[in-house]
């Protein structure tokens, strides 16, 4: 009966030391594009990114925004797909977002809609979805979440 004592001990702290040595979760970011083409051929773009716990939060926003970036305000791009395009295609098409780096999240805190709009110019440039520019119609930052929504310049 004896080893048995040592071995429930050893197994005991184990536990507990395994328990106490376990990581935080670092905050989780996460985002989503949402794209809609509209009947009249208007590629209408709503992005979101938000950082989830993690201690301070943004303050409140908003108002009206200004346009993107490169010459006449539009963003990156190169062409497109003729029809539809871009992610999701047509109306309420869209792509979501999952859980992101750890990078972002932490610009996402110092400065939340200079972090979202940096996101969104690298999401347009992979999507290739605003192939001649694009503009902000709203934005809006409240509690750590920051919502984006545009639309692409006709072509």
Not at 66 to 84: A, E, Q
């Amino acid at each position: 009966m004896k080893p048995i004592y040592p071995a429930m001990a050893f197994a005991a702290i184990a536990m507990a030391a395994g328990c106490a040595s376990a990581p935080k979760a670092p905050p989780v970011f996460s985002e989503s594009f949402i794209t809609n083409i509209t009947e009249q051929g208007n590629r209408m773009f709503t992005y979101s990114a938000t950082v989830n716990g993690g201690g301070e939060r943004g303050g409140p926003g908003g108002g009206m925004g200004g346009g993107g970036r490169g010459p006449g305000g539009g963003g990156p791009g190169g062409g497109g797909g003729p029809g539809g395009g871009g992610m999701g295609g047509g109306p309420g098409g869209g792509m979501g977002g999952g859980p992101g780096g750890g990078g972002m999240s932490s610009k996402m805190r110092e400065n939340p809609e200079k972090a979202a709009q940096e996101r969104l110019e690298e999401v347009l440039a992979d999507t290739k979805y605003c192939p001649h520019g694009w503009f902000v119609i709203e934005k809006s930052n409240l509690q750590g979440s920051v919502e984006i929504r545009g639309e692409c310049r006709a072509g």
